[in-house]
């Protein structure tokens, strides 16, 4: 398969079609910190992997949920399968039960991402420790559209500990706030569910910025930021 040899290094192969998507997609306006938490659209994602290890494991699956004038909006929402030369392993498709039937009949790598950033647009994404989502998405971007995805995020690990200081000690992990705010997961481990569940705890952080009178993105970028250095200096 032609996306698959720029594992080796060469330059991925897009059609005319596909180049113009990709040129729309990168001269759309881009959202600014000073966007309304009210009215701004959010992408909350999550991905499901052939591993955790950063260095080696690949893109499997995205799953996103949009998040509008402070809910999720019911039919906005993103699931994709990337297909696969080769299946992962048992024990991972035990963990996310993304088959090897399913893996490989998946959606061409090139036309699934840029499926993708059609549904993203220019709008800020979300996800809860962003780094791995963030990574994953990033590496399959350069290898199958060949352009650095760079993009804004919100990482709730760190927005939800500095909107509750006094539970940030004691709730670390994504399962520990999804049970502190009893948000219910109906698949764990399925992109797209995950990205539900998360959108539920990004909405509950929006009720708590509004009381803290934080009405703009760019309030929740410094919250992240802050909370960060406290993590860092603790």
């Known amino acids: 398969m032609k996306w698959f040899t720029n594992l080796f290094g060469r330059k991925p192969e897009l059609s005319p079609e596909q180049e113009s998507r990709l040129a729309a997609w990168q001269a759309l306006p881009a959202?600014?910190?000073?966007?309304?938490?009210?009215?701004?659209?959010?992408?909350?994602?999550?991905?499901?992997?052939?591993?955790?290890?950063?260095?080696?494991?690949h893109l499997i699956a995205i799953g996103a949920v949009a998040v509008k004038d402070g809910r999720?909006?019911?039919?906005?929402?993103?699931?994709?399968?990337l297909q696969q030369q080769t299946a992962s392993g048992k024990e991972n498709i035990l963990i996310h039960g993304i088959g090897g039937s399913a893996q490989t009949g998946g959606m061409p790598p090139q036309e699934a991402l840029l499926a993708f950033l059609s549904y993203l647009g220019k709008d800020p994404l979300v996800a809860f420790h962003v780094m791995f989502d963030e990574t994953m998405i990033r590496r399959a971007m350069r290898q199958f559209l060949g352009?650095?995805?760079?993009?804004?995020?919100?990482?709730?690990?760190?927005?939800?500990?500095?909107?509750?200081?006094?539970?940030?000690?004691?709730?670390?992990?994504l399962d520990d706030w999804q049970n502190h705010f009893r948000i219910q997961n109906y698949a764990r481990h399925n992109a797209l569910a995950d990205a539900h569940s998360t959108a539920q705890l990004f909405l509950v952080a929006l009720r708590?910025?509004?009381?803290?009178?934080?009405?703009?993105?760019?309030?929740?970028?410094?919250?992240?930021?802050?909370?960060?250095?406290?993590?860092?200096?603790g």
């Open 31 to 57: 959202i600014g910190p000073g966007a309304e938490l009210e009215s701004a659209r959010f992408v909350v994602v999550d991905v499901e992997t052939s591993g955790l290890i950063l260095a080696r494991d």
């Open 147 to 173: 352009f650095d995805f760079r993009h804004p995020w919100l990482d709730l690990a760190y927005a939800v500990p500095a909107l509750n200081p006094e539970q940030s000690r004691k709730r670390r992990a």
């Open 208 to 233: 708590q910025a509004r009381q803290q009178r934080i009405t703009r993105y760019k309030g929740l970028m410094e919250l992240e930021k802050a909370q960060r250095w406290v993590n860092w200096e």
């Open 72 to 81: 999720i909006v019911v039919g906005d929402s993103f699931e994709v399968v």
